[in-house]
């Protein structure tokens, strides 16, 4: 019997309107396990505060998303627009698998497709070093914008994959 830790399927598909929940548990269990490092616990606690399914809906309903499925269980995905990698997500329980790289290389491929400039990522903190692998460098400290007033803020390293880096155009980064 597959079990979590060794899937012998991993496959990638666009999503769909149904993944919303989905998506919302995959974003709050990626997340749990980074307090208190690199974020205080009062983050970590309340990174979901104001955000439901509902939240995802749209998004996933375009199909813009790509979701991973581990031996038929969701395990991560990723959301990225023209010119921005807006969300990549592993569940924690299948960290580690490549899965996390798999669907770079998806969203990479959307943030290209049609944008000739650079590409940007709000990364959390303990993703920084994981985008370096792929060519982007620090621009800027940040925090993620639309966060409740009551609630406190999520740092981030404002990212930026210059094409002269890009491995896909030339450069010698890692990653692909
Ligand atoms: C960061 C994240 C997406 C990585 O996913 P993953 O499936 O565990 O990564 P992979 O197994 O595909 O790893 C690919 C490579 O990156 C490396 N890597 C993974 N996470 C890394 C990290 N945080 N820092 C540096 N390198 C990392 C792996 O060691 C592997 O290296 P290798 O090619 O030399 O073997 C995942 O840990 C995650 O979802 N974290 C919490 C949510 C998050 O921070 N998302 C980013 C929001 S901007």
Not at 54 to 78: F, H, V
């Amino acid at each position: 019997m597959p079990d979590a830790a060794s899937p012998s399927d991993v496959t990638y598909r666009r999503s769909s309107a149904e993944d919303a929940e989905v998506v919302f548990e995959l974003t709050a269990a990626a997340v749990a396990p980074l307090a208190p490092d690199p974020y205080p616990t009062e983050v970590v606690e309340t990174w979901m505060t104001g955000r439901t399914a509902e939240t995802y809906r749209k998004d996933c309903a375009s199909g813009t998303l790509w979701i991973a499925e581990a031996d038929g269980r969701a395990a991560g995905y990723c959301h990225a627009v023209p010119g921005e990698v807006i969300r990549l997500f592993v569940a924690p329980l299948f960290g580690g698998k490549g899965i996390g790289r798999n669907l770079m290389v998806r969203a990479l491929a959307d943030a290209r497709a049609g944008w000739r400039g650079p590409i940007r990522i709000d990364a959390t903190l303990n993703a920084v070093s994981f985008y370096r692998q792929w060519g982007f460098v620090v621009r800027a400290e940040g925090i993620f914008p639309g966060r409740p007033r009551h609630v406190p803020d999520i740092a981030v390293k404002i990212m930026e994959l210059n094409a002269a880096l890009d491995p896909w155009r030339g450069g010698s980064a890692q990653g692909a």
